[in-house]
């Protein structure tokens, strides 16, 4: 793993420094970095700026640096007195420094960022293996936030792993359920450490699995890491007995006040105002960040775990993750979502059936749950589908509750609900979203939200069309920070299909060049040329550029000439010119179709076929293929084959010729057919939508191959 990026000066300061006798506490006053000193301040603020820039210079990004190995005495001893504050933080960064070392190889050489060899990360796990038998005090500890990471540690680090099994079981009957659950997973881990007691802890964990008497999320924990520990022996019962336990999860169940799940409170405030340059979707990705790994029942971990040793054995994953969506724990429910989302977005199947029950999460009572829920239904477009009426109807009873200004809506969880509702909804192209779509556009608050969906209602273009070509009227194309919300109100135009867009889109490419925006400019040419010959009035504009310095421009407006006025002659040989450029695929493609008029494009094409990259293979062969035909078939199935072989990105472009090429792709078949008996989702990026386009070309060709 590499190192993180540490400022140079940081380095050199840190790792120069003796810093003094390293067996006393903290040494000489002088010799130890301020941010240690301050980390066992007994100003809240000066040890929050302590940790920080502890892992600033000597935990960057994970990084473990002689100069982090040198922390590890200081750190052992401020972690071991009881004068310390905020001892369990210290005993955490212990724990961090140590999970990376056992990531990292310990016969590996790293690299500083100066250029100096580095095996500090070996030093390091011993310096932490060397003091390991204090984790044992600890976990004893009164402060439940030093005996968390403690527990962890020692099933980590201690070398005696007997002894680590012995006081890890002496911890069970005491604690909450949370600290019970650490347990029983860190009991599982030293059992993978060492082979030496791994029959004795499986055994400790299977025993446990079937004690009556125990809560059933202790129960459930063993049964999952037992499975863990053996997952080559997962039998057909395992999967109802972890369902049968869920069942007996009840929400007063969960423990004393340290074991309450993670709920946000609902903010009422109406949204911060995005900072000055910065673009409001930036400002809401970072919003969001806040919420990723935040967990709302003690059982998500080994939920996850348990998914994770399942792997591929879909059905029954879709089994248990149907009983975790039906729980009469809102906790487990709510972190459910996330785990039927990353289940139906990996692999292939019939998930109807999830969908509807993440539908069923849909609960105007509860805008929290509804927001992830829907944001999760929009995530799986076009699989969720059956949760159409499911949608239509949260969005029409936001409104009835709230008024048709909910989209805006002050209390900031009712208006991400209902905001997500409509987006998927509108993604799904169903028209009842547009009331709130149009709403958004002509009041102004995170109209953004909205142009990002617009695109899908093409049925309702004459409403959308005028109100989007407005608003990209009255983009600053100086100020590069709205070039996000240019390329997103261009890009729902094209999508919308109306060739009254034409304007406003011609506007922003003269406009774009001007500023020189060449990535919007070229982004609207594109919006263009997807109208054809209706907005061939913009050949003013679009044929100077065809002469461009930049070359996505250039590109851009060549096609664009094609598409408005169909002169093979005149576009093809600068389509040539631009196959020797990055934008080689966007040549190619427009080469294509052209067909038969481009045959002075084949030795061209021809010869791209031998390039290295495979990308620029398959460009090449698909436009071969749609300009020679038959006579190409041999030379493009095989280049076809080739390339999607060592390189599944591919996959859809590959599919979509060979669907063109009907019985010329016989040759595919094997292929082809082998492709429709993967599990996994395949396609560009592996997405939902593009794995299931994929599935579509797959089953066309088997017919009309």
């Known amino acids: 793993m590499p190192f ?38 007994a100003d809240p603020g000066v040890r929050e700026e302590a940790f920080s820039d502890f892992c600033n210079a000597a935990h960057h990004q994970g990084g473990v640096y002689p100069c982090t190995a040198a922390s590890l005495p200081f750190l052992f001893e401020m972690a071991d007195s009881p004068a310390t504050p905020d001892r369990g933080s210290v005993i955490g960064l212990l724990l961090s420094i140590g999970r990376e070392c056992l990531d990292m190889d310990p016969e590996a050489v790293y690299f500083m960022p100066d250029g100096t060899e580095s095996r500090a990360h070996v030093d390091a796990l011993a310096a932490i293996g060397g003091r390991a038998e204090v984790f044992v005090r600890w976990v004893a500890d009164p402060d439940q936030e030093v005996r968390r990471p403690a527990i ?17 079981r002496g911890l069970l009957p005491g604690g909450g359920v949370v600290e019970r659950l650490l347990v029983v997973r860190t009991v599982a881990t030293v059992a993978l450490r060492d082979a030496a007691v791994h029959g004795a802890a499986a055994g ?68 911060t105002a995005p900072s000055s340059g910065v673009p409001p979707q930036i400002v809401a990705a970072f919003e969001d960040l806040d919420g990723h790994g935040r967990v709302h029942a003690p059982t998500t971990s080994l939920l996850e775990a348990f998914h994770t040793v399942l792997g591929d054995r879909v059905l ?125 556009l002509d009041e102004g608050t995170d109209a953004w939200r909205a142009v990002q969906v617009a695109g899908h209602l093409g049925g309702a273009a004459g409403d959308l069309t005028p109100r989007l070509s407005k608003l990209l009227a009255e983009v600053d194309f100086s100020d590069q920070s709205q070039s996000m919300s240019a390329n997103a109100l261009v890009s729902a135009l094209r999508e919308l299909g109306d060739p009254a867009a034409a304007p406003a889109l011609t506007t922003a490419v003269v406009t774009a060049v001007r500023e020189e925006q060449w990535h919007t400019a070229a982004s609207a040419l594109k919006a263009l040329a997807s109208f054809g010959p209706g907005a061939a009035f913009a050949l003013d504009v679009v044929r100077p550029l065809a002469d461009a310095q930049d070359v996505t421009v250039r590109a851009a407006a060549t096609a664009a000439l094609w598409e408005l ?66 006579a190409e078939a041999p030379a493009v199935v095989e280049t076809l084959l080739t390339a999607w072989a060592e390189n599944d990105a591919t996959s859809n472009r590959v599919l979509a010729c060979l669907n063109r090429m009907g019985p010329a792709a016989r040759p595919a078949l094997p292929q082809v057919r082998k492709e429709l ?23 066309a060709i088997t017919v009309g191959a």
Not at 239 to 258: H, N, Q, S, Y
Not at 354 to 359: N, Q, S, T, Y
Request: net charge negative.
């Open 4 to 41: 993180g990026i540490v400022p140079r000066m940081m380095i050199h300061e840190i790792d120069g420094v003796d810093w003094g006798s390293m067996g006393h506490a903290y040494g000489p006053a002088s010799d130890v970095p301020g941010w240690l000193k301050g980390m066992a301040s």
């Open 152 to 168: 962890e540690g020692l099933g980590l680090f201690l070398h005696d792993t007997a002894w680590a099994v012995d006081v890890l």
């Open 204 to 271: 400790w964990l299977e025993a446990l699995a079937g004690d009556t008497a125990q809560a059933p999320e202790v129960r459930l924990a063993a049964l999952v890491h037992r499975a863990r520990c053996t997952p080559g022996e997962l039998g057909e019962a395992v999967v109802p007995a972890a369902v049968g336990l869920i069942r007996e999860i009840a929400p007063e169940e969960t423990g004393g006040d340290d074991d309450k799940p993670c709920r946000a409170e609902a903010d009422v405030a109406a949204g």
């Open 316 to 440: 029954e994953r879709t089994a248990l993750l149907a009983e975790q969506l039906s729980s009469a724990d809102p906790g487990v429910r709510y972190d459910a979502i996330r785990m039927a989302k990353e289940l139906v977005g990996r692999w292939r199947g019939d998930h109807s059936g999830l969908v509807v029950l993440i539908a069923g999460c849909l609960l105007p009572e509860d805008a929290y749950t509804s927001a992830a829920a829907a944001e999760t239904l929009g995530a799986l477009v076009p699989v969720s589908e059956p949760a159409r009426e499911a949608l239509a109807a949260y969005v029409e009873a936001a409104r009835a509750e709230h008024g048709p200004g909910v989209w805006a809506a002050r209390e900031r969880l009712v208006r991400r609900a209902h905001q997500e509702a409509v987006r998927t909804l509108a993604c799904l192209g169903d028209l009842r979203a547009l009331p709130c779509v149009l709403e958004a």
């Open 565 to 630: 006025e169909g002169d093979a002659a005149g576009v093809v040989p600068r389509l040539v010119e631009l196959l020797d450029t990055h934008e080689n695929d966007e040549a190619a493609a427009v080469l294509g179709r052209i067909g038969q008029a481009a045959a002075p494009a084949l030795p061209h094409l021809r010869k791209m076929m031998a390039a290295g990259y495979e990308w620029t293979r398959v460009y090449a062969a698909t436009a071969l293929w749609d300009i020679g035909g038959e």
């Open 677 to 699: 008996t993967l599990l996994r989702r395949s396609g560009r990026f592996r997405s939902i939508s593009n794995d299931e386009e994929l599935q579509a070309a797959c089953r």
